[in-house]
């Protein structure tokens, strides 16, 4: 009898189990087919492409210099005070305990001699405005200041007024003044006033517009005509790579490269943008290219000596200078002749030399010959300059 139990049993749980089975079947066979989530199924779209991104140019690669830039200060608000009165248990008429505002945060200039340019200089700073007094005489934070780091050299100008001239590192001007903190009603209590119901509020901050400038952008600075060959010479004897291209007006913005000697003394020279009749009545943006210039120790006028006589855009260049500020053209110099490579720049070398009793420099800004020569007669120049710093007790402009 045990037996024959055992076996119905037996047999129950296994008709159950396959009636199961042919339930699910039947459901799965029923069901509506699952679309694919993956991105391979057959039902999605076509995958998309990542697209690559446009190399840049090298126009848009290269970093030009910053020597004068226009910004806007707005130091931070003082914060306000709280008008407030103590009260707990036992303790009704605790008092006022309104605290004071923080100050707004000042916007400082300060000197650091790893910045070479103003190329970091935004238009706008906006100091941090000081937080609000609070109950239980709890005063309110002071903002922090705000600092703006400039190159050694740098001008302040206010409506054409020097108001600041930053020359030793780590100086520092303050350009505008944070608002101070707003007092609570706590401040007013006195023996006649034994509840102030009155607070002030948070003084605005100082707003000004000022122009910094620097004093000097480059020791030497490559002064001459659209299509000289001046980015081209830069490159040769410098670490810079301004844009070089067959169109004049390559260079719209001065590129500073560094000459590197032995005794590691470093000179800069500036590629400054191409000079053209008329420059000093601002034809062809010429005031603010002879703005550059006039930030330069001395000059290297380049001249292209395939050009039919190289020695006039010698002559036209020094009245340009002279013509924007007397003298200027006057400055330390050096001539150099380049594209001597072309072979109708031969007999204009020996014309120039007869004509001018300056050193002229031939070279070839594209194979590099003879500047090495340049690169000495760079140093005696610098040389030149320190000397004549040190005898008139300034501090000359190291990079």
């Known amino acids: 009898a045990g037996s024959l139990l055992m076996a119905g049993a037996a047999s129950r749980v296994s008709g159950l189990a396959c009636g199961t089975w042919d339930l699910l079947a039947r459901r799965v066979a029923s069901a509506r087919p699952v679309r694919s989530l993956f991105a391979s199924g057959a039902l999605c779209g076509k995958p998309r492409e990542v697209r690559k991104k446009n190399a840049l140019s090298e126009k848009k690669l290269t970093r030009h210099f910053i020597d004068h830039r226009k910004v806007k200060v707005v130091a931070g608000s003082g914060g306000d005070g709280a008008c407030t009165f103590h009260s707990e248990p036992r303790k ?188 000093h009545l601002n034809h062809g943006l010429g005031i603010s290219f002879l703005r550059h210039i006039e930030r330069c120790r001395f000059l290297l006028f380049v001249l292209d000596l395939s050009a039919a006589e190289p020695w006039v855009q010698l002559e036209n260049l020094r009245f340009e200078l002279d013509q924007y500020e007397p003298g200027l053209s006057q400055r330390p110099q050096a001539i150099v002749a380049n594209k001597v490579d072309l072979p109708e720049a031969r007999a204009n070398l020996d014309t120039l030399r007869a004509l001018v009793t300056q050193r002229v420099i031939p070279v070839s800004a594209v194979t590099g010959h003879n500047t090495e020569e340049l690169i000495l007669h760079l140093r005696e120049l610098y040389d030149g300059y320190l000397l004549s710093e040190g005898c008139s007790g300034q501090q000359p402009v190291k990079w």
């Open 92 to 279: 009704e008429w605790g008092g006022p305990d309104g605290g004071n505002g923080g100050n707004g945060g000042n916007i400082i200039i300060k000197v650091d001699r790893q910045v070479k340019s103003l190329s970091l200089v935004t238009a706008l700073y906006h100091g941090g405005n000081g937080e609000s007094g609070g109950s239980k005489n709890c005063y309110g934070r002071n903002a922090h200041n705000t600092y703006i780091s400039v190159p050694i050299g740098t001008i302040v100008r206010e409506f054409g007024k020097t108001v600041a001239d930053l020359s030793q590192h780590g100086q520092e001007y303050v350009a505008a003044y944070g608002g101070a903190g707003g007092k609570g009603n706590r401040f007013f209590l006195s023996n006649e006033n034994r509840a102030p119901m009155i607070s002030t509020p948070g003084e605005k901050g100082q707003e000004r517009a000022l122009q910094l400038e620097l004093r000097t952008m480059a020791h030497a600075g490559l002064v001459g005509f659209p299509n000289a060959g001046k980015s081209s010479l830069l490159r040769a004897i410098s670490n810079a790579k301004p844009a070089v291209a067959a169109y004049p007006f390559t260079t719209l913005n001065p590129h500073v490269g560094i000459v590197k000697y032995r005794d590691h003394e470093q000179v800069a020279v500036a590629d400054i943008p191409g000079l053209i009749q008329g420059a």
